[in-house]
């Protein structure tokens, strides 16, 4: 049997097995693949299962970190199947005419075509200039019928209307629905890639990026068999402009799930180490059958109610986990996908920050504000250790008490105001913003630790009816801005931007709103307008991103409208729905 390497291979550039800790010496420096004496190394170790495997650890001798080990390889081919609508391009179309001199000169260009109406089906026209010869460029939907129903098919997916009334209100087949869904859904993704292949190049000074993820519960199929997939979604949006940089399931329709088990039996797979695997990032049989026995070991402390006990739980759940990283665990009311493979959630989640920062490609200065997991800490430094260490990107944690009614919100908000006043009254020379900052910095001075890693948290002293309650640790503090500094990065510290995402996405795609747990189930949970299929589940959030970001529009106080997508400004124009159907690449 061939000998493992000490750590995985880099492949593509990407090596993530290194310490993770911003304020120890070998943060981005990678383990060697030969054990060194002396110095500031790695250690390899392990930790039990408790069912006779291990999870390979690498502990840094500098600060004693331990170190869950991921395959190189399975980072890169999930970085790739999130960037590959990217690499749709748009077709270029010349003039038909070989002895013309337009030939080689595509339309669009100025002073060599013209519109000249359109065929009869609707396909645009064109006259060349050159040569004077008209020429029509198909439309997307040439080879479909009753093309009519498609506009109305797009506006009810992501406007709250079940796919069983869609088909009784528009006397349309399944098989139509279905078609029609994953035309709209090849719209989208060209569409989107057309737009923002241009944010590569595009300067942004600053990004004020929040992300997080949300879980989607997929119906059973059987009667016998009342398990549900659940599916875990990273996403990220920019705080300032709404815009959504992408939402990512855990879940590969394009992969032949036998294949693949047959893969693993031929080579190993399902016997060796998970970093050292061919298909590390896939969930395995044998993945599901380890996941639920130490499942069983798992013991849960309870949340009081309060904002601490919550941060607090989090770090003991983290600390009870054999892997740091991994959140995504399976119970015995979960199952795999039968067709298709879902990706270990802590892949989807590096690769989700590796996307982020290549597709926007020229930042001066990154502000990332993460929801309150190791696993999305761990991702966060490792794609952006180079940006840290450079003082280009800070990390925030970012934890929002969100089960509070709208009476204790506006309690909280009261409660507030009268400590503004308070402060205000005795500081008359002070602005408003000022005496914000002022009760950021008492704050600050104040700061609470929680977890091993002793991490400081800050509670915001202005509550608003979003983020009523809520608390932030800095995960890259340093000492090189000053207090007014570091009071102004943790008053932009917020989720907003993705929260109300996430919300929409519940409120107007009926197939993904929060399905509800039942006693006599055993828990088991079921949407009667739920998904059946993933799939459908990752092309109705790609769908969706698309509207909220190109089509919806918010109202200015210029009365203008804009899109989160003109806000950003990757485009000038606002979209509607026919303009994403008729889109050609």
């Known amino acids: 049997m061939e000998k493992l390497p000490r750590i995985p291979f880099e492949v593509n550039g990407i090596q993530y097995n290194f310490c993770k800790n911003p304020k120890c010496a070998q943060f981005g420096v990678p383990a060697s693949q030969e054990k060194l004496h002396g110095g500031n190394t790695y250690n390899l170790t392990g930790m ?118 869609i088909v009784h209100m528009l006397d349309i087949s399944w098989a139509v629905l279905y078609s029609r869904l994953d035309f709209i859904h090849k719209q989208c993704l060209a569409f989107a890639s057309s737009k923002e292949i241009e944010l590569k190049n595009k300067e942004f000074k600053r990004l004020y990026v929040a992300v997080d993820r949300q879980d989607y519960t997929v119906n059973w199929t059987e009667r016998k068999d009342k398990r549900n997939i659940v599916l875990h979604a990273m996403a990220s949006a920019e705080n300032s402009t709404g815009y959504v940089f992408g939402i990512h399931p855990n879940f590969d329709y394009s992969i032949d799930k036998d294949k693949v088990e047959q893969e693993a039996r031929e080579n190993g797979d399902n016997n060796a180490t998970p970093p050292f695997r061919r298909h590390a990032r896939i969930w395995l049989d044998v993945d599901y059958i380890n996941a639920i026995e130490r499942v069983k070991n798992i013991k849960k402390r309870k949340c009081n109610g309060t904002l601490e006990s919550k941060i607090a739980v989090k770090y003991d759940e983290v600390a009870n986990r054999s892997d740091v990283e991994e959140f995504d665990v399976k119970t015995n009311e979960q199952k795999l996908p039968s067709y298709g493979v879902q990706v270990h959630a802590e892949y989807t989640m590096i690769a989700h ?41 800070e990390a925030f944690y970012v934890s929002i008490e969100k089960e509070i009614t709208v009476d204790q919100k506006r309690k909280n908000k009261a409660e507030s105001n009268k400590r503004f006043e308070l402060i205000k009254q005795s500081n008359p020379h002070l602005t408003d913003e000022q005496v914000k900052m002022e009760m950021l910095k008492q704050e600050i001075s104040g700061v609470q630790e929680f977890g091993n890693w002793k991490d400081k948290w800050v509670k915001h002293p202005i509550p608003n009816m979003s983020e009523s309650n ?116």
């Open 470 to 585: 809520k608390a932030m640790c800095w995960l890259t503090e340093h000492d090189e801005f000053d207090l007014d500094h570091k009071a102004w990065l943790y008053n932009k510290a917020s989720l907003h931007g993705i929260d109300t995402f996430f919300q929409k996405v519940r409120r107007r795609v009926c197939m993904l709103e929060r399905p509800i747990g039942s006693a006599a189930n055993g828990r088991r949970v079921w949407n009667g307008y739920g998904a059946y299929n993933p799939s459908n589940v990752v092309k109705l959030l790609e769908i969706f991103r698309v509207v909220h970001n190109f089509i919806d529009t918010k109202k200015e106080e210029d009365k203008s409208l804009t899109t989160p997508a003109t806000r950003l400004g990757i485009v000038d124009q606002v979209y509607d729905y026919q303009d994403v159907l008729d889109f050609n690449s």
């Open 48 to 165: 039990s299962y408790g069912n006779g495997s291990n999870v390979p650890l690498l502990r840094c001798n500098c600060c004693q970190e331990h170190l869950p080990m991921k395959s190189n390889q399975g980072i890169s081919e999930e970085i790739d199947r999130l960037s590959s609508y990217l690499a749709i391009t748009t077709k270029a179309i010349y003039c038909p005419n070989l002895d013309c001199s337009n030939n080689t000169i595509p339309v669009g260009t100025k002073k060599a075509y013209k519109s000249f109406g359109s065929t009869a089906q609707g396909a645009k026209r064109f006259q060349c200039l050159g040569c004077k010869k008209t020429f029509s460029i198909p439309k997307p939907t040439q080879y479909q019928h009753h093309t009519d129903k498609n506009l109305q098919i797009f506006k009810m997916l992501v406007n709250k209307v079940p796919l069983s009334r």
């Open 353 to 393: 920050f590796h996307f982020l920062k290549k597709l926007c490609g020229n930042v001066e200065k990154w502000r990332l504000f993460l929801d309150q997991d190791s696993g999305i800490r761990g991702a966060c430094l490792s794609a952006f250790q180079k940006e840290v260490k450079e003082k280009k990107a």
